[in-house]
């Protein structure tokens, strides 16, 4: 079993910036994706950002440019840089743990969400 807790959010104004952090512990497997996605009140859950154990990055359309993503391996702790903050980046922010056993196999934890709203 893996255990998800992300944190980092809040209220900021159009233009800020905040980092969300998050953390999986637990019986990790050494090969995974860990990323994070929004839902914002009326919308379906939407990937924001991941990044494989190895390191490679994926970005929305929508945040490309503005946000980073990044992992500290030693603690299976990921990070999300965001810049520019938008009105509409305003959702809660869902952390996510994907192991990737065989081709056919996949396992995916999630965090409990934290609040990000930008106010224009």
């Known amino acids: 079993q893996v255990q998800v807790v992300e944190s980092g959010g809040g209220l900021v104004q159009a233009g800020g910036s905040l980092r969300l952090s998050c953390a999986a512990s637990?019986?990790?497997?050494?090969?995974?994706?860990m990323g994070w996605y929004r839902q914002a009140p009326g919308k379906q859950r939407e990937l924001v950002a991941s990044?494989?154990?190895?390191?490679?990055?994926k970005y929305a359309d929508s945040v490309k440019g503005r946000f980073t993503i990044s992992r500290y391996n030693t603690k299976n702790t990921v990070y999300l840089q965001m810049n520019s903050l938008k009105p509409e980046d305003t959702a809660v922010y869902y952390c996510?743990?994907?192991?990737?056993?065989?081709?056919?196999?996949?396992?995916?934890?999630w965090g409990q969400g934290t609040q990000v709203t930008v106010s224009s």
């Open positions: 637990g019986s990790i497997f050494s090969i995974n994706t």
């Open positions: 990044i494989t154990s190895d390191g490679s990055p």
């Open positions: 996510n743990y994907l192991e990737v056993v065989t081709v056919n196999l996949e396992y995916d934890y």
